[in-house]
């Protein structure tokens, strides 16, 4: 009996999406991300390629934070896993929160763009419509688990940022929506549903985007040091947060509970800021042997030729336009979960390749 977790990333800023095989042809999705040709999620397009029974395979559905990069494409594969649960991050004033993204899904992004509490709300409304209860995640929370062994736990958010996060809908439904424009969130990534699969002998650690915070009772600092289910455990596959980011970058974690030589995979990220930087690469190198990305990190082209009055537009924000290539890549990692000394077996697929060679 063999698991699986599988990183599709796209490269470009399009986003990324974790597609798990618990052993016995029962799935697990987290995060969404789509063709940007097709607009079909990455995620069915795998499965569907796989023979997978969406209806009765899929047992449950993450999302780890409702970032474009992360949530893009998630109503249709909940729509489509009709018998999937699905989990997201704990709110401690359920009506304010629905408020929050009622409102927010409203508003005004661009003709190509909506807000992605627009993607989230769909979710909800699924949800609604099925009498389905989903899950919340928090710290050290058992949110799945298989008679064979095998189970899912959510390290975070903690409880002081889900405290956080209720002050601060608190203010943005006082003050934010007065305003039609996509509500900026304040604290990007530090809600992030952090992972932890424990296949029978064997654990993977799933990191979102969660950064490391100044704050200790947040982020990995916080993980880390408070973290009863992870306390006792070496982890033998790790997937990078926030693309590999300086940000995301926790030593103790690395030092203490990860395996020298772990399987380690991540995905890019070529918008504004180009993710990961050469010197965080070389500095994950380091720690093992094993590393793999869904797609380098490239220069992107010159933009084509936009109508007049975005080109105007652009010209007064003094911002420069250019084009994101759509680049997927695959990184299958397989363990046998019938033998405690197996190692995981990884192989690529499209874009996707091993980095440390580029160090040698």
């Known amino acids: 009996m063999f698991a699986e977790v599988n990183l599709i990333g796209t490269g470009g800023g399009y986003g990324e999406s974790i597609v798990i095989n618990l052993g016995n042809n029962e799935w697990i999705i987290v995060d969404s991300c789509i063709n940007p040709i097709s607009k079909e999620p990455l995620a069915l397009e795998y499965l569907q390629g796989r023979g997978v ?6 047992k449950l559905i993450i999302c780890t934070h409702w970032h474009n990069d992360h949530i893009k494409g998630l109503s249709k594969i ?4 009709a018998n999937a649960k699905f989990c997201y991050t704990q709110v401690t004033d359920k009506a304010k929160f629905f408020r929050y993204i009622t409102f927010d899904s409203k508003k ?43 189970s899912i736990y959510s390290l975070s958010p903690s409880d002081y940022i889900l405290d956080q996060f209720n002050v601060e809908l608190e203010s943005l439904l006082n003050n934010d929506f007065s305003v039609n424009r996509k509500h900026i969130n304040k604290t990007p990534n530090n809600k992030s549903v952090v992972l932890l699969f424990m296949f029978k002998n064997h654990c993977a650690l799933l990191g979102a985007d969660l950064e490391v915070s100044k704050n200790k009772n947040e982020g990995w600092f916080h993980i880390v040091s408070n973290s009863t289910v992870l ?38 990220f070529n918008l504004s800021t180009r993710l990961p930087k050469l010197e965080m690469l070389q500095k994950y190198a380091n720690h093992t042997n094993s590393l793999y990305m869904t797609s380098k990190v490239t220069d992107s082209p010159k933009a ?27 990184i ?20 996707a390749f091993h980095v440390n060679p580029i160090f040698k």
């Open 53 to 58: 029974n969406l209806k009765e395979s899929v």
């Open 78 to 81: 909940l729509n489509e896993c």
């Open 108 to 150: 005004v992004v661009s003709d190509e763009e909506t807000a992605s509490t627009t993607e989230f709300l769909k979710c909800l409304e699924i949800l609604k419509f099925r009498k389905s209860q989903p899950i919340y995640a928090f710290q050290d929370r058992n949110l799945f688990s298989t008679d064979y062994g095998c």
């Open 231 to 268: 306390k006792p455990l070496k982890l033998s596959l790790f997937k990078i947060p926030h693309h590999g980011s300086k940000n995301a970058y926790f030593e103790d974690l690395w030092n203490y509970h990860i395996e020298k030589n772990a399987t380690s995979v991540l995905t890019p």
């Open 304 to 330: 084509k030729p936009r109508a007049k009055p975005i080109e105007r537009l652009l010209k007064n924000l003094d911002r420069k336009p250019f084009e994101v290539k759509f680049e997927k890549g695959i």
């Open 332 to 351: 299958n990692n397989s363990i046998n979960l019938l033998d405690s000394e197996a190692t995981w077996e990884t192989k690529v697929f499209e874009a």
